[in-house]
C-alpha cells in the first residue's frame, strides 16, 4: 500500500541541511501600485489567490519562495514540484495536495512550483523528476523527497501520520489561511479550528505531558467514539511512559531479558516515537506469542494501545492486528 512513502513516514523528523537559496536572485518588488503577476507571499495582501482554490495553499514563484521556507518555522509546509509540460497530470495532482492540506486547517501549508515557470526553484531543491513531494518543517526538509503521484488516501495516511508525530512532539502551530472566500449570504462562518483538542495541544507545546493525558482523557470520557481524542490519548500516554527514558539503555534490558513485559513494552514505546512503527508492533506480537497469561494479556493490551497512537485506519496497524490475531490463535 504505502511503498513509495512508507520507509519514509516510519522515519523521525530530523534536522537535515537548510534548502540552498543562493541560486535564486530575488527580483525587485515593483513600485506601489504597478501590477504584480506572481503570487503573493504567505500572509501577503494583495497577492494572487491560492493554487488549488484552497485557504491553505500558495503557488511559489522566486520572489515569495524565502517567505514559504520561513513559513515552515510555524508549521509543516507540503511543497509540491510539479510540470504542466513533462507530466501533465501533475497539475492535477498539485491541486489535490492543496484541496487535502485545506481539511487540516492550517496544521499543514501546501506550496506549488510549477517547474516549467519557475526552474531556478527545481535547481536550488536539486529536483530529478516530478512530479515530487518535500515535507518541511524549521526550514528544512524532514524526509526523504517523496517521488510520483501518490494516491489521495495514502498522502491522506502520510499527513496523518506526521500529524499525530508532530503532535507528540509539541509541534502545534498553524498556518494561517491565505485567502478567505466570501461567507454565502444566510450561511455562517466556519470555525478555523476545532477548539476541543487547544487546551491539550497546548499542554503539549508547553511539555506538560500529564496535563495533555488529562485533557485527552476527558475529551474520550465524554465521547467514547472521538477517535482524535482517542488517538491524542493514546500517543500523549506514550509520551508519558517514556518521559526520562534512556533508549541505548532500555534497548540493552530488553536484550538481555526477552521475555519482561516491562522492558519490551518501553523499547516499543520508543520505537514508536522514533518512527519505527513495524518494529515497535512486530516487537509485541512476538512477546504476545512467547508469553501466556497475565503477561501476555498486558503484553496484547499495551499493543493496542500502540494501535490507537498511530490510528486504525493506517495500513501498518491493520498487519498488526493480523499479526496479533495470528500470535493469540
Not at 192 to 200: F, G, I, Q, S, V
Not at 201 to 222: C, F, M, P, S, T
Not at 269 to 280: C, K, M, Q
Amino acid at each position: 500500500m504505502l511503498t513509495r512513502i512508507d520507509g519514509m513516514s516510519q522515519q523521525p523528523f530530523t534536522r537535515r541541511g537548510a534548502i540552498d537559496l543562493s541560486s535564486l536572485k530575488r527580483p525587485a518588488q515593483p513600485p506601489a501600485g504597478a501590477g504584480g503577476g506572481g503570487a503573493g507571499a504567505p500572509g501577503a495582501s494583495g497577492g494572487a489567490a491560492p493554487a488549488g482554490g484552497s485557504s491553505y495553499a500558495v503557488s511559489v514563484t522566486t520572489q515569495n519562495f524565502q517567505q514559504v521556507v520561513e513559513s515552515s518555522m510555524t508549521a509543516p509546509v507540503l511543497l509540491v514540484v510539479y510540470s504542466t509540460s513533462r507530466v501533465p497530470e501533475s497539475v492535477q495532482y498539485a491541486d489535490d495536495v492543496a484541496a487535502l492540506a485545506g481539511q487540516y486547517e492550517g496544521r499543514f501549508l501546501a506550496a506549488l512550483v510549477d517547474l516549467d515557470a519557475e526552474p531556478q526553484i527545481g535547481q536550488a531543491l536539486q529536483i530529478q523528476q516530478v512530479p515530487v513531494l518535500l515535507v518541511l518543517l524549521d526550514g528544512r526538509p524532514v524526509t526523504q523527497p517523496i517521488p510520483g503521484v501518490v494516491p489521495s488516501d495514502e498522502l491522506s495516511t502520510l499527513l496523518n501520520q506526521l500529524g499525530q508525530q508532530l503532535t507528540a512532539q509539541g509541534v502545534t502551530g498553524r498556518h494561517q489561511p491565505q485567502s478567505a472566500a466570501a461567507p454565502v449570504e444566510g450561511e455562517d462562518d466556519e470555525p478555523a479550528a476545532d477548539p476541543r483538542y487547544a487546551a491539550a495541544q497546548d499542554a503539549l507545546a508547553n511539555d506538560d505531558i500529564d496535563g495533555a493525558v488529562a485533557e485527552y482523557q476527558r475529551l474520550v470520557d465524554a465521547n467514547p467514539a472521538d477517535a482524535e481524542a482517542a488517538a491524542g490519548l493514546a500517543m500523549a500516554k506514550v509520551l508519558q511512559r517514556t518521559r526520562g527514558a534512556d533508549l541505548g539503555a532500555a534497548r540493552a534490558a530488553a536484550a538481555e531479558n526477552p521475555d519482561d513485559v516491562d522492558a519490551q513494552t518501553l523499547v516499543a514505546d520508543l520505537d514508536l516515537l522514533g518512527g519505527h512503527v513495524d518494529d515497535a508492533f512486530n516487537r509485541l506480537v512476538e512477546l504476545v506469542r512467547r508469553t501466556a497469561g497475565a503477561e501476555r494479556d498486558t503484553a496484547r493490551e499495551h499493543l493496542i494501545g500502540l494501535f490507537a497512537a498511530v490510528g486504525n485506519d493506517d495500513p501498518r496497524v491493520l498487519a498488526g492486528r493480523r499479526n496479533l490475531a495470528s500470535a493469540l490463535f
